[in-house]
């Protein structure tokens, strides 16, 4: 989208829907797929699992520290 474009769509008012139809149509905008290349889904994958492998830590941590607070004293000794 050039600058006229911009001033031109800010003057008539915004239309997200025809916008949203004119980028669907212009041959600048094109979604390109994610490669399935062995390796290259093989580290998508482990970034992924490290991620959930991390919140999942994360979320134990909160859980234990939680009940170590809320614990009576005679726990929280021991």
Known sequence: M????????RSRGKDDAAMAHKDARSEVWCATLK???????SLRVLTRAR???LKAHKAAIE????L???APD?????
């Open 68 to 70: 170590i607070v809320s």
């Open 63 to 66: 859980q234990i520290r939680s």
């Open 74 to 78: 005679t726990v929280c000794d021991q």
């Open 35 to 41: 490669g399935r290349d062995d390796m290259v889904e």
């Open 2 to 9: 050039s600058a006229s474009d911009c001033f031109v769509r």
């Open 51 to 53: 991620a959930s492998a």
